[in-house]
């Protein structure tokens, strides 16, 4: 099986590698996956009270497809809201990766490290900032 | 450093240039049907058969009549096993065979149970793969018409007791048949000594070509008889038909000959790098598990898991390297080797597994520069891994409740 272009370089050039402390307030963690099904994705998203995400961290134990996925959606992710931010699909991954099916499930497990990572900070948040963004989109 | 290294030499191994040399003359020159009986062209491939199955059994220490040319170990697995369960079908329909066989011999048995025509013991290995001979003789029944386990394992190199085996099998009046595919070669295989009834063996695994293998079938003490898969024209006293490869044969056996030759010498040689590799990665990694037994086991493999790093993305980082990996990301139906959970490895580990495979072609070279390649993308891969950050932390990853 020979890896996409991009695929390679997200693999060797890793965007965003590294962790954030769990405990600040502002900081949003999901971990998604399992050791034993071979895929753990760490996201972490760095959201400001006007929930942006300003920056983003990433570690992942999974195949290079596994590595890329999450390494492209820390990337994506930068400067979205988080309304936006949890519009994205792993259908945007796979196109942009250019994934074989048998690696598909390498996206969907991003797309949930995202989702988890998102409703962590809301939960940190008891829903203040995010709410308050929610209902200003809504008018 | 711009080189590529081969280090996969299970999967399979490049053609010795003297095995080539040897079998070119039979494609275009020499190219005849060795079952045309009555020309030049005929006699000239027979003879070089006849010859090549001397030279095969010299190495199992067999008679040239009892080496039966088949395309492969896979199909001389499957004569083997599906036809002594058809030919002995009066006198029982019970086979015992090892949960970390090949799938050759796996599959097989599995369409025999599904086809009603067998009863299948898959018997457990330890933890190191081995079978216990004492587990072989409990499982035999009066219905019992075939063992069937492996002489040296091919993904964690472990040499099961094929001896002990042997030796019950005889005294239960049981056929023994040995996938010796990974063996044979590279380490004695005597079919005498050994008590062993039936043998598979390819070419492509000592370095000759693809598409030849061989089935050993015991003609004396006692006479195994095989109900044939191939029929046509009954070549191979009548268990093989179909015309010969003859190129592949005289290959095969020339890759038979530079084996019992050099045998000893190469068998010390892979030790040495073997252990080499094992001993260059284990000083500067921690958290490295060996796969396997650690001295019953082919010179030339070596097994191991690296805690926190999946297989597939190691072997990305390895891009020059070839080896492979028990990690489900590197199979085609995304299940983790069996060989390994057979082990009792854990999933987990099964998922960070490296098969490392040295063969003729290597050099220190090679395995110094694995070894160097090896450490920095577990170093890697490591810093990007959340599972080793999580146990440097002092979380115990096993009672964790992941988020599936």
């Not at chain 2, 299970?10 to 020159?29: G, N």
């Not at chain 2, 598409?211 to 898969?229: D, E």
């Not at chain 2, 063969?359 to 090896?374: A, H, L, P, Q, S």
Request: overall charge negative; glycine content about 10%; some cysteine.
């Amino acid at each position: 099986m020979a890896y996409s272009n991009k695929v390679i370089d997200h693999y060797e050039n890793p965007r965003n590698v590294g962790s954030f402390p769990k405990d600040e307030a502002n900081v949003g963690t999901g971990i998604v996956g399992a050791p034993e099904c071979g895929d753990v994705m760490k996201l972490q998203l760095k959201i400001n009270d006007a929930g942006v995400i300003e920056d983003a961290r990433f570690k992942t134990f999974g195949c290079g497809s596994a590595i890329a996925s999450s390494s492209y959606v820390t990337e994506l992710v930068k400067g979205k809201n988080i309304e936006d931010a949890l519009q994205v699909k792993n259908t945007h991954i796979v196109e942009e990766l250019a994934l074989p099916p048998v690696k598909i499930h390498c996206s969907v497990l991003a797309e949930d490290a995202i989702k988890a990572a998102i409703n962590d900070w809301k939960k940190r948040h008891g829903g203040s900032s995010g709410e308050g963004q929610k209902a200003a989109s809504n008018e | 450093m711009g080189r590529l290294v081969y280090m996969d030499n299970h999967a399979t191994t490049p053609v010795d240039p003297r095995v080539l040399e040897a079998m070119l003359p039979y494609f275009s020159e020499k190219f005849g049907n060795a079952a045309s009986r009555n020309h030049q062209f005929g006699w000239e491939a027979e003879a070089a058969v006849d010859q090549a199955r001397e030279q095969i059994a010299r190495l199992i220490n067999a008679k040239a009549k009892e080496i039966i040319f088949t395309s492969g170990a896979t199909e001389s697995d499957n004569l083997a096993i599906k036809g002594v369960v058809d030919f002995y079908k009066d006198k029982g329909n019970h086979v015992i065979t090892a949960v970390t066989e090949h799938k050759a011999v796996l599959d097989t048995c599995k369409a025999l149970e599904r086809a009603g025509k067998a009863q299948v013991t898959y018997l457990p290995v330890d933890k190191t793969g081995l079978v216990d001979p004492d587990d072989v003789r409990k499982a035999i029944t009066d219905k019992t018409i075939l063992i069937s386990i492996m002489h040296a394992n091919n993904e964690i190199g472990t040499i099961h007791p094929v001896l002990e085996i042997g030796k019950l099998a005889k005294g239960k009046g049981v056929l023994f048949h040995s996938d010796a595919t990974q063996g044979v070669g590279k380490l004695p295989v005597d079919v005498e000594s050994m008590g062993i009834d039936l043998v598979s063996l390819s070419a492509h695994k000592i370095y000759g070509p693809k598409g030849c293998g061989a089935l050993y079938v015991r003609s004396k003490g006692p006479r195994v008889r095989l109900t044939p898969m191939m029929d046509g024209g009954g070549h191979e006293r009548g268990m093989r038909s179909g015309t010969l490869n003859v190129p592949g044969i005289v290959g095969f056996a020339k890759a038979c000959e530079l084996c019992g030759l050099e045998m000893e010498t190469e068998a010390a040689r892979m030790l040495e790098m073997r252990e080499r590799l094992r001993e260059g990665i284990c000083a500067q990694l921690d958290e490295v598990y060996l796969n396997g037994h650690p001295t019953h086991r082919l010179p030339g493999n070596l097994n191991l898991s690296f805690a926190f790093v999946e297989g597939e993305s190691l072997l990305m980082g390895l891009k020059d390297i070839a080896v492979s990996s028990g990690s489900a990301c590197t199979s085609a139906t995304l299940e983790p080797s069996y060989v390994l959970k057979a082990l009792g490895v854990g999933e987990v580990l099964a998922h960070t597994s490296i098969r490392f495979g040295l063969g003729r072609f290597n050099t220190m070279e090679d395995v110094d520069y694995v070894i160097e390649r090896v450490v920095h993308e577990v170093r890697r891969l490591r810093e990007i891994s959340p599972l080793y950050e999580m146990a440097k932390e002092g979380v115990d990853l096993k009672s964790y409740s992941w988020a599936r």
